[in-house]
């Protein structure tokens, strides 16, 4: 019981830890796909969370 317990904890924080690398590699690529199409450094003006320098309030 002790072996499955051990590979059900491995396999978790290995899947864990993939999606954290994919968000982050997704995050970087729109990112990187906004500051080509402002065509300028968008470093202090981009939310972390949506990565996007785009509004989306609904004003």
């Known amino acids: ?3 499955v317990e051990f ?3 491995t396999a978790g ?3 864990a830890f993939g999606a954290w690398i994919w968000y982050y590699a997704s995050l970087g690529r ?3 796909a906004e500051e ?3 065509r300028r450094d968008l ?5 972390a969370f949506t990565g996007s ?3 989306t309030g609904n004003k």
């Open 13 to 15: 924080g290995i899947l």
């Open 36 to 38: 080509k199409e402002a």
């Open 1 to 3: 019981m002790l072996v």
């Open 30 to 32: 729109r990112i990187s």
């Open 53 to 55: 320098a785009k509004n």
């Open 43 to 47: 470093t202090y003006e981009i939310n």
């Open 7 to 9: 590979w059900i904890i």
